[in-house]
């Protein structure tokens, strides 16, 4: 079975610009969250959607938005980028069934590496 | 404090030993912990689960939980040069049960095994 999938794999834009990062959770999967890592600490949170509604929102300002297809793939939207967005963006899926055990272990896809210059 | 710290290594063990990483978190209300294991320009891969006070056991792994101390750790048995790797604590940290989909991680524990 096809695990998490995103792309681009890597991309370079310069300040100001937006950018739109897409991932497709594993099959049967309806909760995406997406991470951001910078290098050396652990990933992030920035959102998690399930079910085609935002369910959790981390520290992250405006400029960052997300939204859940039908399908449950999603999208990540970064605008105005600034130098202090370049990381490694994760997508991650789970079942996430509900309730305190709606927490199912998450499966990370091999990320998008975005670099501002 | 941090919400969710790990033991801050580098980690050095021999070929064969056992590695043990540690990790403490800060809500008590915390309900779920993930150990993932990240190679190097890799993304993470989840090798253990545990939401149950105890030892979960599977293969090398063992997780083991201590929600009174608010304390979870990895034990990997036999640790083989492959097993040279980042291992990253998350927790989810039960913010009153509504982001239930959010993970905090810790820094990360760089483990090394030698032949």
């Known amino acids: 079975d096809a695990g998490v999938t995103q792309s681009p794999t890597h991309l370079i834009k310069t300040r100001g610009q937006q950018v739109t990062l897409r991932c497709s959770p594993i099959s049967g999967h309806k909760s995406v969250s997406w991470y951001q890592q910078v290098l050396g600490q652990g990933p992030q949170f920035i959102f998690q959607?399930?079910?085609?509604?935002?369910?959790g929102r981390g520290n992250f300002p405006d400029r960052f938005s997300a939204r859940q297809f039908p399908n449950y793939s999603s999208e990540l939207n970064v605008n105005a980028l600034l130098l202090g967005d370049s990381a490694l963006y994760l997508c991650a899926s789970s079942l996430g069934t509900g309730g305190w055990r709606g927490n199912q272990p998450q499966h990370f896809g091999d990320g998008t590496r975005l670099s501002i210059l | 404090q941090k919400e969710v710290e790990q033991n801050s290594g580098p980690l050095s063990v021999p070929e064969g030993a056992i590695a043990s990483l540690n990790c403490t978190y800060s809500?008590?209300?915390?309900?779920?912990f993930f150990w993932y294991r990240q190679y190097s320009g890799k993304s993470p891969e989840l090798i253990m689960f545990i939401y149950s006070n105890g030892d979960k056991e599977d293969g090398r792994f063992t997780a083991q939980l201590n929600k009174a101390s608010q304390y979870v750790s990895l034990l990997i048995r036999d640790s083989q040069p492959s097993d040279s790797a980042t291992y990253l604590c998350a927790v989810n940290i039960a913010a009153g049960g509504t982001s239930y989909g959010k993970l905090t991680f810790g820094q990360g524990t760089i483990l090394t095994v030698h032949p």
């Open positions: 809500d008590r209300g915390s309900q779920s």
């Open positions: 959607y399930y079910e085609k509604e935002e369910r």
